[in-house]
């Protein structure tokens, strides 16, 4: 079983910046990322990275958000700039390893206001 570990949701203004992160107890997948949901909204893809070192950004978050790995710390960091409130939403640390089902953090609450 893989553990996720989520960290640095929070409050923040609009244009300003939040950092999130998310330890895995596992250090082998193929994409490990964040996706977020906000309500009466489905669950949209964020930023992950992929086991070859890709990354993948949502449309929404490209160029204001960036996403780093730290292998020795089997962590990966979300970087939030120029944050808006459309970015409010609860934040989902994601994990996956080819065939199998993919791995989910309990949620860490974003919220963007002024």
């Known amino acids: 079983q893989v553990q996720l570990v989520e960290s640095g949701g929070g409050l923040a203004q609009p244009g300003g910046s939040l950092r999130l992160s998310c330890a895995a107890s596992g250090n082998f997948f193929n994409a490990m990322g964040w996706y977020r949901q906000a309500p009466g909204k489905q669950r949209e893809l964020v930023a992950t990275?992929?086991?070859?070192?890709?990354?993948i950004y949502g449309t929404s978050v490209k160029g204001r958000f960036t996403i780093t790995g730290d292998n020795a710390k089997n962590t990966v960091y979300l970087q939030m700039n120029s944050l808006k409130f459309e970015d409010t939403a609860v934040y989902y640390c994601?994990?996956?390893?080819?065939?199998?089902?993919?791995?989910w953090g309990q949620g860490t609450q974003v919220t963007v206001s002024s």
């Open positions: 994601n994990f996956v390893i080819a065939g199998r089902v993919p791995y």
């Open positions: 990275i992929l086991g070859d070192g890709r990354t």
